[in-house]
């Protein structure tokens, strides 16, 4: 199983990023799979996650501000960011598991290699 993260950057407080998340070796759409993050000094966090049948949970931090969904056709997770604030600062993994719906990083298995997001004027 493979996770490649992309499409982080720079934004300016307010603005929008949409992460990508390509996968190989597990089919995203038959997983439980999300989008967590980390801040320098902090612990990895739950950010948001979907299932295979679209139910999603998201962090009280982000809600109404981020979106995620899959692209079945390039069997991808993506991260719709908008509203961005500086406290959302992070590197930004993916991960897929089997286990739950859950915000938790221990019910994933498999994890990206992380994309830088930095929110600043």
């Known amino acids: 199983v493979q996770l490649v993260e992309s499409g982080g950057g720079l934004v300016q407080p307010g603005g929008s990023l949409r992460l990508s998340c390509a996968a190989s070796?597990?089919?995203?759409?038959?997983?439980?799979s999300g989008w967590f993050r980390q801040a320098p000094g902090k612990e990895r966090e739950g950010v948001a996650v979907i299932d295979s049948d679209g139910w999603t949970r998201y962090s009280d931090s982000v809600k109404g501000r981020f979106t995620i969904s899959q692209d079945n056709a390039k069997n991808a997770l993506i991260l719709q960011m908008n509203s961005l604030e500086p406290e959302d600062t992070a590197i930004y993994y993916c991960a897929t598991g089997w286990l739950a719906l859950s915000l938790a990083r221990s019910s994933y298995d498999y994890w990206g290699q992380g994309t830088q997001v930095t929110v600043s004027s």
């Open positions: 070796g597990v089919t995203i759409s038959r997983a439980y």
